[in-house]
T-cell receptor, first 108, second 114 residues
């Protein structure tokens, strides 16, 4: 089983759509969780941390389910600029483990 | 953004060459990382440094040799690479080692081994 597993997509959605990504992780001792965004041919950048109680940042909502070991990201009212690859990241001991990413394309 | 810089941005080298990748962070961070990103694969953590001391080496072949002379600079020395080593090499830094800290990435060096 991969340490961090994501649906690779691609997800192709129209502007204004709501889209959700899921991510599962194998290490039950993981403590910290993040979503990063990576644009084509660019470096990854932190989108948001994921807290146990769930958290929201504008159109983005992240949730954590420790019992089932999965993390989700919900994007509401998609914009063209949301097109990117979304990386699920889980903390190990001294390091972070990245998923392979889910590619999102938002179309006019 | 110039928080983490990497040079060169692109590198083509033969299997018998020796080259070095350079990373510099201007954020005052204490931890630095090297990652490898291959097409359609997750980022693979290669090395972790905390205050110039290597704290993790994820079974990386010896043809990759890291060097951290101070907390702002990180090098990756390359020699006798294989074509399968062609990838994007990303450097990152964080305030401290540990997963609660955001990692800031450089733009990467796209390496092609011929």
């Amino acid at each position: 089983r991969k340490e961090v597993e994501q649906d690779p997509g691609p997800f192709n959605v129209p502007e204004g759509a709501t889209v959700a990504f899921n991510c599962t992780y194998s290490n039950s001792a993981s403590q910290s969780f993040f979503w990063y965004r990576q644009d084509c041919r660019k470096e990854p950048k932190l989108l948001m941390s994921v807290y146990s109680s769930g958290n929201e940042d504008g159109r983005f909502t992240a949730q954590l389910n420790r019992a089932s070991q999965y993390i989700s990201l919900l994007i509401r009212d998609s914009k063209l600029s949301d097109s990117a690859t979304y990386l699920c990241v889980v903390n190990g001991n001294n390091d972070m483990r990245f998923g392979a990413g889910t590619r999102l394309t938002v179309k006019p | 953004e110039t928080g983490v810089t990497q040079t060169p941005r692109h590198l083509v080298m033969g299997m018998t060459n020796k080259k070095s990748l350079k990373c510099e962070q201007h954020l005052g961070h204490n931890a630095m990382y090297w990652y490898k990103q291959s097409a359609k694969k997750p980022l693979e953590l290669m090395f972790v440094y905390s205050l110039e001391e290597r704290v993790e080496n994820n079974s990386v072949p010896s043809r990759f040799s890291p060097e951290c002379p101070n907390s702002s600079h990180l090098f990756l020395h390359l020699h006798t690479l294989q074509p399968e080593d062609s990838a994007l090499y990303l450097c990152a830094s964080s305030q401290e080692v540990g997963g609660t800290y955001e990692q800031y990435f450089g733009p990467g060096t796209r390496l092609t081994v011929t």
